[in-house]
């Protein structure tokens, strides 16, 4: 693991090591003109790309260098410049900015201001320097974790080690798959008066999945390999229960109409509602949960958390669903 020092020094400020000096071009200049001022305004460092201001010096674009020295020199900058400008916010920290690289895939990213006013340019240097300077693997590894690269998930693994680590966790889809058969068994023969509920199973899984899922992985990306503390953990818990709230009450809003519009069954379409909003709700806390318990079990969340949240959010999804339909229509 990093040293207290090395972790101080990914929490500092991504502007404190930018380079000020950037190669700059002007949105009413045409190629001829942005390369001779380029010229008498040498800057000092290498040039990755141009960054294109206008007369109050605010960003309006990116040229790539490639794009600049084959374009014929009576062509208006305005005319071959990027206007969609990936930019790092100044606030940002070194980890965040080895992060754009890894996301984004670019050799270089502007700090702007509020006013979009470029303050510094950070090139991909700063991201292979932190690679660099680790000098043992372990350390290397962490480093990886911490802007989404874990090493060992790259690498070619053997084929029975990789299916040993995997196949015990699918077992949990198994049993979740199991006991949701065994749960709609007992609900037979609602499911035969009120065929409504049946048609609609697969919809409140599906939902209830994809935000499990969506969740689990916001809960696994942001603590940024460092381990949360209770206040952020409960402060995470408290927005991630709000949004799966109004997720759920407005999932359930639409499905529950359409099934209302479509076969005229009130109490089916409110059992639709309310068990569709319970299911999407547990299953956006199940999905920030079940990372800490595994964490704190000192197991790896990436690999055992997908599988039990399934399986979990689909039993109470059903449980929830077919209770709330017995109560309100059987």
Not at 187 to 194: P, W
Request: aromatic share 8%; proline share 7%; with cysteine.
């Amino acid at each position: 693991m990093p040293d207290a020092p090395a972790r101080q020094h990914h929490n500092e400020p991504a502007l404190k090591h930018a380079r000020k000096d950037f190669a700059r071009l002007y949105v009413n200049q045409t190629v001829g003109e942005g390369l001779e001022h380029v010229r008498r305004h040498p800057p000092e460092g290498r040039i990755v790309y141009f960054y294109v201001l206008d007369e109050e010096q605010r960003l309006r674009g990116v040229v790539p260098t490639r794009r600049l020295l084959l374009s014929p020199p009576q062509t208006p900058v305005a005319d071959i410049m990027v206007e969609k400008v990936i930019t790092i916010p100044p606030t940002a920290t070194v980890l965040d900015a080895c992060e754009y690289f890894v996301l984004h895939r670019l050799l270089a990213f502007p700090i702007v201001d509020a006013d979009n006013r470029v303050l510094g340019v950070i090139d991909v240097e700063l991201y292979t320097d932190e690679i660099a300077d680790l000098a043992e693997r372990e350390e290397r590894d962490d480093v990886f974790q911490l802007i989404g690269v874990h090493v060992e998930q790259v690498r070619h693994a053997a084929i029975l080690p990789a299916f040993g680590r995997r196949f015990p966790w699918l077992l949990c889809n198994i049993g979740g798959g199991l006991a949701c058969a065994f749960i709609a068994g007992l609900y037979q023969d609602l499911l035969d008066q009120v065929i409504l509920l049946a048609l609609f199973i697969p919809v409140v899984l599906a939902l209830a999945e994809s935000v499990s899922i969506q969740s689990l992985t916001l809960a696994l990306q942001s603590p940024h390999g460092r381990r949360p503390t209770l206040p952020t953990f409960l402060r995470a818990l408290y927005r991630e229960f709000g949004t799966g709230l109004l997720l759920g009450l407005a999932s359930g809003v639409v499905v529950s109409l359409v099934a209302w519009l479509w076969r005229g069954q009130p109490g089916a379409a409110a059992a639709i509602w309310l068990g569709l909003a319970l299911a999407v709700l547990t299953a956006a806390l199940l999905g920030l949960l079940v990372p800490r318990v595994l964490r704190t079990l000192q197991r790896d969340p990436k690999v055992a958390a997908g599988p039990i949240v399934l399986a979990t959010t689909d039993v109470a999804a059903l449980f929830y669903y077919f209770n709330l339909a017995e109560w309100l229509v059987g």
